[in-house]
């Protein structure tokens, strides 16, 4: 059974940092396509940022230069180091999985596995 854990949550003030990780289990995933995605309450998910199983990573314009997905194959886990973080980053966290080659790293239906989600918060 694939199960997919977030961690690291929590909360922080603006221009502080964060850094979620998420731990698959019940398969290998080091040929796979790993994402997070945010849900902000009243708005619909959103990717966030990606990383392909060669270590090619994507981002959402209003994250670039301020998070930094990556990746260890050895422990099945990845990450999302977030800095400089604003309120309007807050928003529950999902991370994600999918197959290596399918359709935009940006679409939701592109992640077979999700997990439970962790509520990140930034105070103003």
């Known amino acids: 059974q694939v199960q997919l854990v977030e961690s690291g949550g929590g909360l922080a003030q603006a221009g502080g940092s964060l850094r979620l990780s998420c731990v698959a289990s019940?398969?290998?995933?080091?040929?796979?396509?790993m994402g997070w995605f945010r849900q902000a309450p009243g708005k619909e998910r959103m990717v966030v940022a990606a990383?392909?199983?060669?270590?090619?990573?994507y981002y959402t314009d209003s994250v670039k230069g301020r998070f930094t997905i990556s990746r260890d194959n050895a422990k099945n886990t990845w990450y999302l180091q977030m800095n400089s973080l604003k309120p309007e980053d807050t928003a529950v966290y999902y991370c994600?999985?999918?197959?290596?080659?399918?359709?935009?790293?940006?679409?939701?239906?592109?992640?077979?596995?999700w997990g439970q989600g962790t509520q990140v918060t930034v105070s103003s």
């Open positions: 994600a999985n999918g197959p290596r080659n399918g359709g935009s790293w940006r679409a939701s239906s592109r992640y077979d596995y």
């Open positions: 990383i392909q199983w060669n270590g090619i990573t």
């Open positions: 019940g398969r290998t995933f080091s040929d796979s396509l």
